[in-house]
């Protein structure tokens, strides 16, 4: 079960105490980049609009906008544009992720930034980057997975692709990216002869970039390019998934000799499954498997499973992951603000992260900001703005 974290408002926390981040809101992967900044540490105030639209979620239960500050500014109002450069000379990174050329017509461009800031490092964040013949078309994550071949490797060969949710390519594919990104260029910027400079985290790039083992065994004929065909993608009988009685299913990764020895003992096959190595009957092997899967419910062969080396695990919902035993012990998932969320990752030794405020409420830090950051034309937005809305912004 998920404990509760820690609050502590205003003690610096994490790895990237010290480091200010300046995040121009918008949806997605930057706000979830940004988010993983703050869950580091960092002080990042989030540039809301006024009655800005979202998705349609509660600012309060936004969870990507937890551990940052947010102030609103309209950067349409001419002075906009200043009230962010004066934020941006006090700040190491900016994060934006607008489509190319929109944040230099709002008058917060790269050149208008590093000429205020020369450290500093300016992260962008889109689908299919700063150029290209798809650089100004909007797309959403499916679309990028696509054009990369990732989402074709993804589900059995004779069904339509499986959509991985937007984890692949917004998250992983786009925000991890970035993160990498800004923070690789903050240690260049800080070096005696560093500069500031433009980080392009384009998703097509991260996803392709991902995939850079399977290239390989592509190329190698390890990998044959269609998908549930592969050891990794579903296409081994012994790395899957299995229905069980109830309906639920269990997950098997069995791949190496001694674990697949153990699984089949476990699982009560040993002397009637086919051989794994004799590829012509790995749908007799399949099925082998299905069938005595079929015979318990996935509580009952967790049961058989959960003390041995056979890698095979239960297939839990995202309300059951907080109950399981092995992340109820590491908290890796925590309680704040009566929501149930993943703690923060990775883990440090010496500055470890932490949840240390909820989800910031569009404008309702601008003052504090203002003073914190010694940035005097906030000071008025912070008396005359809003703290309604949240923001969507111009998307990739």
Known sequence: MARTAGTNKGVPRGPLSGVRVVELAGIGPGPFAAMCLADLGADVVRVDRPGGAGLGVDPAKDLTNRNKRSVLVDLKDPAGPGQVLDLVERADILIEGYRPGVAERLGVGPDSCLARNPKLVYGRMTGWGQEGPLAQRAGHDIGYLALTGTLGMIGKPDEPPTVPANLVGDYAGGSLYLVIGVLAAL???RTPEGSGQVVDAAIVDGASHLATMLHAMLAAG????RRGSNLLDGGCPFYGTYETSDGQYMAVGALEPRFYAE????????????ERGDLARWDELRETIAARFKER???????????????VAPVLSMREAPHHPHLAARSTYVEHGGVTQPAPAPRFSATP??????????GADTADVAADWDVPSLTKAATEGTTEGTTKGETN
């Open 187 to 189: 240690q260049h910027a």
């Open 263 to 274: 699984f089949t003992d476990l699982l009560g096959i040993t002397d009637t499954a086919p």
């Open 222 to 225: 390890g990998w044959q390019d």
């Open 297 to 311: 419910t996935r509580q009952e062969w967790t049961a058989v499973f959960e003390d041995s080396d056979a890698c």
């Open 353 to 362: 992260g932490a949840i240390a405020r909820g989800p910031a409420l569009p």
